[in-house]
C-alpha cells in the first residue's frame, strides 16, 4: 500500500505509521520489533452480490467450515497475545456475519485497533451507529464507477444507490470511510468519476487497486490495463494527490497491490528535479516495498493462514490445529521462509530490478495466476526496461 498522499506532503509524522517507521523492515513476522503483522481476516465467504472481481470468489451460502463464534474468540485472543496492531474483518461481506459485532467488541477489548472491508450496502443509520460505538477505526467500501458501471461489476441493479447510501450514513454519523476501487481495462476511464465523488462527498480517503487475478477475478485477466494506460492513469492520480495534498491535509489518496508506483513516484519527480524525490526515496526504502507473508496476514473464513488475501491457494497452517503465532512466527512453512529471503527466489526482469529494495517483486499471485509461476516477475508491472534494468 503506497500512500501517495502522505509522501507528497511530506509529512514527518510517517516515522510514527506502521509502514514508515524505521524498525518495520527489521521485522520478518510482523509491521516492526515486538509486533505481528495486519491481519486481514475474511469471516466469510457469504455476500449479497456478484462482485467480477472478487478475490475470494465469494458464494450466497457460508462455507460448511466457517470459524465458529468460539473459534473466532480464540483466534483474536491469539492475535492480541501476538500484539497484531491491525484485524481488518472482510468477506464475502463481513456485515453477514451475525457474530460480527461480538467480534469486533472483543478484538477492541484486546487492543486491536479494528478496520471493516464492506459493500456498503448493509450500513444503514442504526448498523453505522453501533459500528462506531463499537470503536471500528475506518470502512473500506468499494466502488467500480459510476451507477451503471458499478451495479453491472456487481451483479445487481440498485447496488450503486444502496452502496452510496451507506458512504453517505458513515459521513453523516462520524464513522470514518473510504472508497476502494479496484482499477481494470473496463473502468479505467471512470476514475476520474471517482475522483470527483470523493470531492463532492468529501469523502477523506480513496484506495485504488490494481487488479489481482484471483476467485472470480480469474475471469478478467483479459481486463488487465496495458501498461502505457497504467502510466497515464497514475500521472493523474499522482497530480491529483498533489494538489489535494497542497489545500487538504485531510484527504487521502494511496494506491494497493503494485509496489511499482513507489519507483514510479520517485522517477516522475526525479525528472522534474522536484526536492522532494530523495526523501520520498529514503521512506520507501524504509517501507521496504511488498511484504506479504512478512507484514501481512491473511486467515479465511475456513481458518487457513495464507501470505495475503490474494493467496488463498497457499495454506501456511489452520488456526484450527495451531496457534498463529507458531504458524506465523515460530514455525512458519517453507513458503513464508521463501517470501521473508525472496530475493533468493524471484526470477526474471524483477531479479535484476534496480527498485527491487523499495518494491521487493511486488504481488506474488499475479505472477501466479498470470505467469503460471509464483516466483516469476510480476506481470503487473508497468516500468519500462530501461527504467528496470539501468546500469545492465
Same mark, same amino acid.
Given at each position: 500500500?503506497?500512500?501517495? &498522499? ?20 527489521? #521485522? ?9 503483522? $495486519?491481519?486481514?481476516? %475474511? ?15 465469494? #458464494? ?15 483466534? =483474536? ?6 500484539? $497484531? ?27 486491536? $485497533?479494528?478496520?471493516?472491508?464492506? %459493500? ?8 453505522? =451507529?453501533?459500528?462506531? !460505538? ?48 479496484? /482499477? ?6 471512470? /476514475?476520474?468519476? =471517482?475522483? #470527483? ?14 487488479? $489481482? ?30 494538489? /489535494? ?24 519527480? !526525479?525528472?522534474?528535479?522536484? +526536492?522532494?524525490?530523495? &526523501? ?18 491473511? =486467515? ?10 490474494? #493467496? ?18 515460530? +514455525? ?18 524483477? +531479479? ?12 506474488? &499471485?499475479?505472477?501466479? &495466476? ?6 516469476? +516477475? ?15
Amino acid at each position: 500500500m503506497l500512500n501517495l &498522499s502522505t509522501l507528497l506532503r511530506n509529512d514527518k509524522e510517517m516515522e510514527k505509521s506502521l509502514r514508515y517507521s524505521r524498525s518495520s523492515r527489521k #521485522s520478518l513476522t510482523g509491521t516492526g520489533e515486538g509486533r505481528g503483522p $495486519v491481519v486481514v481476516w %475474511n469471516v466469510t465467504r457469504t455476500c449479497n452480490l456478484s462482485c467480477q472481481h472478487c478475490y475470494a470468489g465469494e #458464494s450466497a451460502d457460508p462455507h460448511p467450515r466457517e470459524l465458529s463464534t468460539e473459534e473466532g474468540r480464540r483466534l =483474536i485472543a491469539d492475535l492480541g497475545e501476538m500484539n $497484531v496492531p491491525v484485524l481488518l474483518f472482510s468477506g464475502g461481506e463481513p456485515l453477514l456475519r451475525d457474530d460480527l459485532e461480538e467480534l469486533i467488541e472483543y478484538a477492541r477489548q484486546q487492543g486491536i $485497533v479494528v478496520s471493516l472491508s464492506s %459493500n456498503g450496502t448493509l450500513l444503514d443509520s442504526d448498523r453505522v =451507529i453501533r459500528l462506531k !460505538k463499537l470503536g471500528v477505526s475506518y470502512i473500506g467500501i468499494s466502488l467500480d464507477g459510476t451507477e451503471s458501471t458499478h451495479d453491472r461489476f456487481r451483479g445487481q441493479k440498485g447496488a450503486y444507490e444502496r452502496t452510496l447510501a451507506g458512504i453517505r450514513n458513515c459521513r453523516r454519523l462520524g464513522q470514518k470511510v473510504g472508497l476502494r476501487f479496484t /482499477m481494470t481495462a473496463e473502468n479505467r476511464d471512470e /476514475m476520474g468519476s =471517482i475522483l #470527483s465523488l470523493m470531492e463532492e462527498e468529501n469523502i477523506p480517503r480513496l484506495c485504488l487497486y490494481h487488479l $489481482v487475478p484471483q476467485g472470480r477475478g480469474l475471469q478478467l485477466e483479459d481486463s488487465l490495463i496495458a501498461a502505457e494506460n497504467k502510466r497515464k492513469l497514475m500521472d493523474k492520480l499522482i497530480t491529483r494527490a498533489d494538489e /489535494m495534498a497542497a489545500v487538504d491535509g485531510e484527504k487521502e489518496i494511496l494506491t494497493v497491490a503494485n509496489q511499482a508506483d513507489g519507483a514510479y513516484l520517485y522517477l516522475r519527480l !526525479k525528472e522534474a528535479d522536484d +526536492s522532494r524525490a530523495e &526523501s520520498i526515496y529514503r521512506y520507501l526504502k524504509v517501507n521496504g516495498g511488498n511484504r506479504s507473508g512478512q507484514a501481512i496476514a491473511c =486467515i479465511d473464513w475456513k481458518g487457513d493462514v495464507h501470505p495475503d488475501q490474494f #493467496s488463498f491457494a497457499h495454506s501456511a497452517g489452520n488456526v484450527r490445529h495451531r496457534s498463529f503465532a507458531d504458524i506465523w512466527r515460530d +514455525s512458519p512453512v517453507e513458503l513464508l521462509q521463501m517470501m521473508r529471503e525472496r530475493k533468493k527466489h524471484i526470477e526474471g526482469r524483477c +531479479s535484476r530490478c534496480r527498485w527491487f529494495e523499495i518494491c521487493r517483486g511486488s504481488m506474488r &499471485s499475479r505472477a501466479e &495466476s498470470l505467469a503460471g509461476d509464483f516466483w516469476a +516477475s510480476d506481470p503487473g508491472c508497468y516500468l519500462k526496461d530501461e527504467e528496470v534494468l539501468a546500469g545492465e
